[in-house]
């Protein structure tokens, strides 16, 4: 991303590949004047991290990358004069950049900014004269070099002094946030990450903006921006199209700089769900929280940071305007936000590993699903296979399902995320109601209104929503009954209860903040192979998969805005041969102001921004 870069682990399968520098970074130059040849080794550490030695920088831009607002290092590992190793105890060094100047072979700085330096590193003897001091950096003199995927880079030129014995080496200092896996972090910067993450629980964005300024965003203004963009009854603005990555690429960004108005330290740290398992030290108490609470309403409860963390209240969302062509995305029936469909009465943020009755959902998607996506031929199939292979299983995992209604014999689909996804079809093209208002005790359910089964029959429901075939593929009897239709009917008229991380208010979960960084990366480095050359064959036509999909994610639009209540049962009008705003290549995204400019984007002018370089 333009401000940030991502290092660390990464799956198995593609680790040959990767970006996978972790905390040092190396340069070296070799020149020669008419008489010498020297060579300087460089490196910058971020103090704090072990080395990994990879080559990443070879695919990036810049000889080196420090981080912002934190101590830094600069070392010269190895000066050497034709073969010979020299003693840097004899020479002064100095280091020149972001107009400031720094003396010695290793040298402590910080740098505030993001942004691109030129640098300059001059050994010079130290009975050396005056008329040999260090000159201002002449940009026409920087060193060009030519850049392979693998391999060492070659120096072709290099400006020296007019004296023998002066040592020059020009390099680009990068200056970016560096995104790091979650487990990799020392203890002091997972310990400031989290507690600048509670604090979005507990401010509120008027307190929080009077603190640190108006960067700060709280949680529950991300959980109401991620309802809209998703929650709606036209459409999901968000997901399921050609401006999934772009979203979720923008959110995380957003969030990243509201963690950064408090602490400027701060980068987002993403986890490798491809190569982790339910037994991870990230569901530790005082990280994300436990995985899978053992009883409902499966609230955290693990005596850690997030246990009574309360869903916020929906009383400042409930008025909401029908000409918009939705439904209100953000207060279910208890008055919380939440989907308006997850009649979910609990407090408290829920997990649940298990897909209704189904069984334990505790394999999380692979490095095989990564590397399936990463194979991608073009744009389309890779924005496809990242929304529904990689990052859509790891929600359902950690959010889960549950609720009555579940046995309906025959009926199969009822174990399985079908159910959800087949009843959001049903919800958005009006078929199916949920009640607006419920009580603690009350049967707080979504249904099919008696009227629309009198008037169109179960099996004429189903196949104007294109769900006729769930009966093929999830009825254990196959009869093409009325009684099959109609079970299968009520089967998927109630979603029951969803966990925060499998609904539309999935950002109110903190662990929403860690999954998408490894699909941001991927599709990072995909660009950059593509972009070099290293991907011969590559599409990169804006687009979004395959129509196979359609059978449960609703490809068009349904305009609500006939429709006077939620009590009023006119139905919607749905055109399939749209496509939903948000997704569309010139198309303005719901993300502004990141270089503090007043700056907006299209879907292509963000798709440009977040390139990895």
């Known amino acids: 991303i333009l ?4 290092i660390s682990i990464v799956c198995i399968l593609l680790l040959v590949n990767f970006i996978n520098q972790n905390k040092q970074h190396k340069l070296s130059v070799y020149s020669s004047t008419d008489s010498l040849s020297y060579t300087i080794n460089i490196e910058s550490l971020s103090p704090g991290y072990e080395t990994i030695e990879l080559d990443s920088l070879q695919i990036l831009p810049w000889d080196i990358i420090a981080e912002p607002a934190r101590n830094q290092q600069l070392i010269i590992t ?4 034709e073969d010979d190793t020299i003693d840097l105890s004899d020479y002064i060094v100095t280091w020149s950049f972001n107009n400031q100047v720094y003396k010695g072979e290793s040298i402590e700085f910080i740098v505030n900014e993001v942004g691109i330096y030129d640098a300059i590193v001059t050994i010079d003897p130290i009975k050396k004269s005056k008329s040999h001091a260090l000159r201002s950096i002449n940009p026409d003199s920087l060193i060009t070099k030519k850049r392979k995927l693998k391999g060492d880079f070659d120096i072709n030129s290099v400006d020296l002094m007019s004296t023998s014995q002066s040592f020059e080496l020009y390099f680009t200092l990068a200056v970016k946030y560096i995104r790091r896996e979650i487990k990799t972090l020392t203890d002091e910067d997972r310990i400031n990450y989290f507690n600048a993450l509670s604090l ?9 903006q009077k603190l640190y300024g108006s960067k700060y965003h709280s949680a529950a203004y991300f959980a109401a921006k991620h309802l809209l963009g998703a ?50 030290e990230i569901f530790d108490p005082d990280w994300y929280g436990e995985f899978s609470p053992a009883s ?32 209100n995305p953000f207060v279910n029936a208890y008055g919380m936000m939440r989907a308006p469909w997850n009649n979910n009465p609990s407090n408290f943020i829920s997990r649940h590993n298990k897909t209704y009755g189904g069984s334990d959902s505790t394999n999380f998607p692979g490095c095989e699903n990564f590397e399936d996506c990463f194979n991608s031929e073009t744009l389309a199939d890779l924005n496809f296979c990242l929304n529904g292979n990689t990052h859509g299983p790891i929600h359902v995992y950690i959010g889960g399902t549950w609720g009555e209604g579940d046995s309906i ?8 995320i079908f159910k959800l996804l087949s009843f959001k079809y049903l919800w ?21 209104p008696d009227e629309y089964i009198d008037t169109y029959g179960a099996k004429g429901i189903l196949q104007k929503t294109g769900l006729d075939w769930l009966i093929t593929n999830y009825t254990s009897d196959y009869g093409d009954s009325d009684v099959d239709y109609y079970n299968m009917l009520r089967g998927i008229e109630d979603p029951g209860v969803a966990g925060e991380m499998f609904s539309s208010a999935a950002s109110y979960d903190p662990l929403f903040w860690g999954i998408h960084g490894a699909t941001e990366r991927l599709y990072g480095y995909k660009r950059i192979l593509v972009d070099q050359g290293d ?6 036509t804006w687009g979004f998969g395959a129509d196979t999909y359609r059978q449960v994610v609703l490809h068009g639009i349904c305009d609500w805005s006939n429709v006077k209540d939620v009590s009023d049962l006119t139905l919607p009008s749905c055109s399939f041969d749209e496509e939903c705003p948000g997704h569309g290549e010139d198309e303005t995204i719901d993300f502004s102001n990141f270089l503090n400019t007043g700056d907006t984007y299209t879907n292509s002018e963000f798709f440009a921004f977040s390139h990895p370089w």
């Open 3 to 6: 401000l940030s870069v991502f």
């Open 78 to 81: 190895s000066f050497l004069i």
């Open 200 to 208: 979005t629980y507990e401010l509120n964005d008027e307190e929080g």
């Open 231 to 280: 929650g709606r009854t036209d459409c999901d603005h968000w997901h399921d199209g050609a401006g999934f990555m772009n979203n979720h690429i923008a959110i995380i960004l957003e969030l990243e700089q509201s963690l950064q108005a408090i602490d400027p330290s701060i980068s987002a740290p993403y986890w490798e769900y491809g190569y982790d398992t339910i037994d991870s």
């Open 296 to 327: 409902l309403p499966y609230a955290i409860a693990d005596g850690g940071r997030w246990d009574g963390v309360a869903v916020p209240d929906g009383s400042p969302y409930k008025e909401w305007d029908l000409s918009t062509g939705s439904l």
């Open 409 to 416: 014999d025959g009926i199969t689909v009822l174990n399985s």
């Open 428 to 448: 958005r093209m009006g078929f199916t109601r949920c009640p607006s208002s419920c009580s603690l005790g009350d049967d707080c359910r979504c249904s099919v």
């Open 535 to 540: 991907e011969e064959i590559f599409d990169s």
